[in-house]
């Protein structure tokens, strides 16, 4: 009702762009979450920003959905929030957010296999050193350590310890495991 985009307009604007991109009407989509965003958020519930960063991700609008994402993700926890912002992250080559992100969810013991892949590969390319000696923590606590041994190797190369090369096929995935 008008009274209701009078009294609450972000959260009137939220709810009609959420319907016009169900409507498939993405042009009247993107101008109302638009307008939400001219609106004041801070009596927004966290399940009102959501919506909308949803509807922000599904209209590649990848930035405005991160810096409503960044505000209802919570540190630490392995959850939708927190899987929506790695993907809007990713997509904006944020670099910086992920590697603290991973760090955050490695500090509470919420990482799984995916998201150590991804700090190791971060890693390797920021701080080559930090990734080897991670890696090693990945093999001993992983329930699938073959990953973490091959990319150890490829560590080790990179930073001329070939010493520390495990080259035992047993230990290593094979051509299949691995994606390109």
């Not at 008008?2 to 762009?17: K, N, T, W």
């Not at 957010?97 to 296999?113: M, V």
């Not at 080790?156 to 047993?170: C, E, G, H, S, V």
Request: net charge negative.
């Amino acid at each position: 009702t008008e009274a209701f985009q009078a009294q609450s307009p972000f959260q009137a604007r939220a709810a009609l762009s959420w319907i016009a991109l169900e409507s498939q009407q993405r042009d009247e989509a993107q101008l109302q979450a638009e307008s939400a965003l001219e609106q004041d958020v801070h009596d927004a519930h966290p399940q009102e920003l959501r919506l909308l960063a949803d509807v922000f991700t599904k209209l590649d609008q990848h930035a405005k959905a991160l810096d409503l994402l960044e505000r209802v993700a919570t540190p630490g926890l392995l959850n939708d929030d927190t899987k929506l912002l790695v993907t809007c992250a990713q997509r904006l080559q944020r670099h910086d957010l992920l590697l603290r992100i991973c760090r955050e969810l490695r500090e509470t013991g919420e990482q799984d296999d995916q998201m150590q892949r991804l700090e190791l590969q971060l890693l390797n390319r920021y701080a080559p050193k930090q990734g080897f000696a991670l890696a090693e923590e990945f093999i001993k606590t992983s329930l699938a350590p073959a990953y973490f041994v091959a990319f150890k190797n490829v560590l080790a190369i990179r930073l001329n310890r070939r010493d520390d090369l495990k080259l035992d096929a047993t230990a290593l995935p094979a051509p299949a495991d691995l994606s390109p």
